[in-house]
C-alpha cells in the first residue's frame, strides 16, 4: 500500500510538471515583473521560432491608506492580467498555468508568462498589459486597475542581415527605423574591446557620444532618442581605428 501510494504521488507529481506552460525565474524575489524596462523583451526574426518567459513575483499584501494616513497593510489576494495587446502577428501569450486570458496570479506567488510563435511581420510592437489587483480591506473585496506599457518586441528581417565573419568588425543598420522612443545599434567585434559611438544631426552637431565596454562577438546598444528632434541623423561606431557609419530617421 505504501509503494503503491509513492508512485500515485510520483506519477501526480509529473502530471503538474507537464501540465506547467512556462517556468518562472525564482531569481527574482522583488515584486514586480520580470525583465523590467530596462532589459525588456529579446528581440524576435521574421519566420524564426520565438520564445520569451515574463517572471511574475506577485506580493503577498500591500499598504493601502483607508481614510487617513498612516495606510493599513492589507492582503492582496490576486493579480489577474485581462488582456495582452500589440503583439507581433504570428505570436501569442498563456500563463504558466492557463491558455487563454484572464491569467490569474494568487499573492504571494512566483509565476510567469510565455510568449512563443513565429513572427510574420517586421515591425516595432509596442505592448500593453491590462489587469486588475484584488485586495482584501476590512473583509471586503476591493479592485484596482493596472497597466504595464513599456514592453516591446522588435521583430527584424533575417534577409537583411549579412553572415557574419569571425574576424571582421562590423555594424548592423539600427532597429526600428525610423526611430521614435528608442532604438538599437548592433554590432560584431573580433576581439573585446572599447567602442565609441557617436551620433550627429544633419547639421553634424554631436547628439550622443558614448564609450563602451564591448565583449568580443555580437553587442547591443538601446539608444534614448526621446529627446531627439524629427529628422535625419548619422551613428558611427569607431573600433581599433576602424569606423563604420550608418542612417536613420526619428519621426514621431
Known sequence: MKRLLIILISVLSVNMILAQNCTPDFS????????DSATNLAVAYVGVPYQE?????????????ILFPPCETVPIDSVMVESVTGLPPGLTVISENETSLP???????????????????????????????????????????????????????????AEVNENEFTVAQNSPNPVRDYTFIEYYLPKSATVNILIRNILGEVVWNENKISNQGTNRLKIDASNFSNGVYFYQVNYNQQSVSKKFIVSK
Open 28 to 35: 527574482y524575489t522583488n515584486p514586480g515583473v520580470y525583465p
Open 53 to 65: 518567459t515574463i517572471t511574475t513575483v506577485t506580493p503577498s499584501d500591500t499598504c493601502v491608506v
Open 103 to 161: 491569467f490569474k496570479f494568487l499573492g504571494g506567488s512566483t509565476s510567469c508568462m510565455f510568449i512563443s510563435g513565429t513572427p510574420t511581420q517586421a515591425g516595432h510592437y509596442p505592448i500593453t498589459v491590462n489587469g486588475t489587483s484584488w485586495a482584501t480591506v476590512f473583509t471586503l473585496p476591493q479592485s484596482q486597475p493596472f497597466i504595464v506599457d513599456y514592453y516591446f518586441i522588435d521583430v527584424i528581417d533575417p534577409t537583411g542581415i
